[in-house]
C-alpha cells in the first residue's frame, strides 16, 4: 500500500478512536501505524546505497511490479513479529508503547490484508531469523 492510503485508513481509524481515547493516545497511534513505513526506507538504503526518498518510492513500485518473479523481496523490520514483541515488552513498562504498538498492529493487519489480495503474503520476511533463512536459499537475491 501506499503512504497515501495507509495515511487515509490511520485518519479513519484515528476518527473512530476519538471519543475513546485522548488525543496523545490517538498521536501515538497514528505514530506507530504510518512511521512503521520507515523500514521501507532503510530496506532502499541498505539494497540500493542511496538516499533518495523519490527513489525509495520508485524502488518499491518496481519491486511490486516485478513481485511474480520475486520469490522474496527482503524484510522491513518494523514490519516484524519480533520487533512487535519488543514493542509489547516495552509496553508494559512505560504505557505510551501500547498505543504506538495497536498502530503498528493496525499497519500490519491492513498489509496483510492488501498482500493476500495481491497474493503476495510470502514476499517479506515476519521474522528476523526467516529473513535470513530466505535470503541464503535464493539465489539472486536482491534481483536488482
Not at 503498528?104 to 498482500?115: A, C, P, R
Request: glycine share 6%; net charge positive.
Amino acid at each position: 500500500m501506499t503512504l497515501v492510503q495507509h495515511a487515509k485508513l490511520t485518519a479513519i481509524a484515528a476518527l473512530f478512536l476519538l471519543p475513546f481515547w485522548s488525543g496523545m493516545q490517538i498521536l501515538l497511534f497514528s505514530i506507530g501505524s504510518i512511521f512503521i513505513d520507515i523500514d521501507h526506507y532503510i530496506f532502499y538504503v541498505f539494497r540500493c546505497r542511496r538516499l533518495s526518498i523519490k527513489g525509495m518510492f520508485e524502488y518499491h513500485e518496481k519491486l511490486f511490479e516485478q513481485k511474480d518473479r520475486i520469490p522474496y523481496a527482503g524484510i522491513c523490520i518494523f514490519h516484524t513479529i519480533d520487533f512487535f514483541i519488543i514493542i509489547g515488552i516495552l509496553s508494559f513498562y512505560y504505557h505510551i508503547f501500547l498505543y504506538l504498538l495497536i498502530g503498528l498492529l493496525f499497519h500490519f493487519v491492513v498489509d496483510l490484508i492488501y498482500l493476500y489480495r495481491n497474493n503476495y503474503l510470502l514476499g517479506r520476511a515476519y521474522f528476523f531469523i526467516e529473513h535470513f533463512i530466505r535470503k541464503k536459499r535464493h539465489a539472486g537475491y536482491p534481483y536488482f
